[in-house]
């Protein structure tokens, strides 16, 4: 735990005339404690190495500053405030936790839909690359099993936007190499021309309910010719739960009736 600190800069910060008066370094807060006392004894007077040089550069002493603030809006926790929505204190290993649940057949609800569109585009991001790599990990060590996972999003023109360069990655490779480590996903939107355009070639199942544009219309049209010739029937339509089918093995469009879901009734009721 020794900063590294000459001898004559340890005399200063702690105003000593004698080196082996100064504390011994042998924990973190004490660890702590010369480098808030080295903050301070720079700001006074630049500390200087045995060179001569500025012992702290512009980059040690902005670390410095989140140790030791100047003041309690200086700037240096300022910075990483905006950052606070990220962190919880009773927080744990939340992905180690939800890819144990899924290696165990258990299936997980993460509830984004009220958190900042920077903190639910970043967790769902976060969680589908861990997902992916950690089926990568098993197939490279022949685990994978008779396991499948399937993912689930919600909105995904918030996830998958049409600019290319603005969809994340990992998307695209569960999108078009999901299946070899047994990875299914399943994507729900109320606008096909905002879904990033490798997602929608890669796209192997339809479930097409109400479209209420015609420009929304024609881009599904564009997807997959088979709903060419529907777009009138997609427009007018209003019967909820009305769906028209297209799977990867059925060459045409079938429509059906989807019942409304209701739970079991619980037997001990």
Same mark, same amino acid.
């Given at each position: 735990?020794?900063?590294?600190f ?11 005339a /004698?080196?082996a008066?100064? &504390? ?11 480098? $808030?006392?080295?903050?301070?004894s720079d700001r006074v007077?630049r ?6 040089n500025?012992?702290?550069?512009a980059?040690?002493r ?6 030791? &603030?100047?003041s ?6 300022a ?15 939340f992905?180690?936790? @939800? @890819? ?6 258990v299936?997980? @609800?993460?509830?984004?839909s009220n +958190? ?7 967790f #769902? $991001? ?14 490279? /060590?022949?685990?994978?099993g008779?396991h ?5 999003f ?7 936007? *049409? =600019?290319? $360069?603005? *969809?994340?990655?990992i998307?695209?490779?569960?999108? =078009?190499?999901?299946? =070899? ?8 939107t ?5 879904? /990033? ?22 881009a599904?049209?564009?997807?997959n ?6 777009k ?11 769906v028209?089918?297209?799977t990867? #093995?059925?060459?045409?469009?079938? &429509? @059906?009736?989807?019942? =409304?879901?209701?739970?079991p009734? /619980? +037997?001990?009721?």
């Open positions: 735990m020794d900063p590294g000459s001898e004559e800069v340890r005399k200063r910060i702690y105003g000593l /004698n080196v008066d100064c &504390p011994r370094i042998n924990s973190l807060p004490t660890l702590a404690t010369e480098f $808030e006392r080295a903050a301070e007077s500390l200087k190495s045995t060179s001569g500025d012992l702290f550069d980059d040690d902005a670390l410095l500053g989140f140790l030791k &603030p100047i309690a809006v200086s700037t240096g926790p910075i990483i405030r905006p950052f606070i929505q990220y962190h919880d204190s009773k927080a744990g290993d992905v180690r936790d @939800i @890819i144990d649940l899924l290696d165990n057949g299936t997980v @609800i993460l509830d984004l +958190a900042p569109p920077e903190v639910m585009e970043y #769902s $991001e976060y969680l589908s690359r861990a997902v992916f790599h950690h089926q990568v990990a098993k197939f490279s /060590n022949d685990a994978l008779n499948y996972l399937q993912l689930y919600e909105e995904a023109h918030n996830l998958f936007p *049409a =600019k290319e $360069e603005e *969809a994340g990655e998307y695209r490779r569960l999108a =078009k190499e999901g299946g =070899k480590y047994h990875i299914g996903m399943v994507y729900s109320q606008s096909p021309t905002t879904i /990033n355009r490798d997602l929608l070639a890669q796209t192997e199942n339809f479930f097409v309910a109400h479209l209420s544009c015609q420009d929304e219309v024609n599904l049209g564009r997807v010719v088979a709903y060419e010739s529907l009138d029937d997609i427009l007018r339509a209003k019967t909820v739960g009305y028209r089918m297209l990867r #093995s059925h060459r045409f469009v079938v &429509p @059906i009736q989807a019942r =409304k879901f209701t739970p009734k /619980n +037997a001990a009721g």
